[in-house]
């Protein structure tokens, strides 16, 4: 039976609310899309799913996640995690992580990293939860502590050029070479490349290329011009079957229905 524990800051503030999340066992509840969120995986591994895929939060990771789009989350085993929702418009700084889907964006920390930001969420949540005089602005500089944090271990190899290079390749719709050639592009073996990449972005190299491919598709439907089996073709999935199977498991509608809206 899923057991959970969270302790969430005062809700008088509805823009800004920090917590920290202990579940064990299996369970799904949906996020506050309507604000920026910004989460430190402490133990465990969590998962969040958007429209258009999905990315796994294993320990270890900062995750930033653009408000806007509607997003699941969900635990298998257990997880613990450290939590904020704020308005983007509060900050200034500016998060130079990998982003791994469209509005999610997601780092690697290293140990230097991962207790540094971990003591700036304690320390942030404490200010959240008592709300003594004049918090506010001490617990926005500890939010971007842990932004400026995770830009600094992006910038230190976590996201190294050689994985940069990856992802422009697998965005590339024409003349792809496959995932062996990318890895070869790229100066790695082919375990070497998945692993990494994995362990970067929070999603496998096949995964982040369909999610980019399916987007794509999206773009594409605008044209009526085109055919359902053209746009699967030209987004590098031929079989209209398989375009349409995974289609439908990400938007939740087939292609043709969701064409269909009007």
Not at 54 to 66: E, H, K, M, R, W
Not at 128 to 151: D, T
Request: overall charge positive; glycine content about 10%; proline content about 5%.
């Amino acid at each position: 039976m899923p057991v959970e524990l969270t302790e969430r800051s005062p809700f008088a503030a509805l823009e800004w609310v920090t917590g920290r999340s202990v579940r064990e066992g299996a369970s799904r509840w949906m996020g506050r899309a309507n604000q920026w969120n910004l989460l430190l995986s402490v133990k465990g591994c969590g998962r969040v799913d958007l429209e258009e895929g999905g990315v796994d939060l294993p320990q270890g990771s900062l995750a930033l996640i653009a408000a806007g789009p509607k997003r699941e989350f969900s635990v298998e085993k257990g997880w613990d995690v450290y939590w904020v929702h704020f308005r983007r418009e509060e900050t200034g700084a500016v998060a130079r992580w990998p982003e791994v889907l469209r509005g999610v964006h997601l780092v690697t920390a290293p140990k230097p990293v991962f207790d540094a930001a971990r003591s700036a969420f304690i320390e942030l949540h404490g200010y959240s939860m008592a709300q003594p005089p004049g918090w506010r602005p001490l617990a926005l500089c500890l939010l971007e502590s842990v932004i400026l944090r995770g830009n600094a271990a992006s910038a230190h190899g976590v996201s190294d050029l050689r994985l940069e290079r990856a992802r422009d390749l697998l965005e590339t719709l024409d003349g792809f070479g496959g995932l062996d050639g990318v890895a070869a592009a790229c100066g790695l073996s082919r375990s070497t490349f998945f692993s990494r990449f994995k362990k970067a972005y929070g999603v496998s190299p096949r995964g982040y290329r369909e999610a980019r491919m399916l987007r794509r598709s999206l773009e594409l439907m605008d044209d009526e011009r085109l055919s359902l089996g053209e746009i699967a073709a030209r987004i590098g999935m031929p079989n209209l079957f398989y375009f349409s199977a995974r289609f439908k498991k990400v938007y939740g509608c087939a292609p043709s229905k969701y064409r269909g809206r009007a």
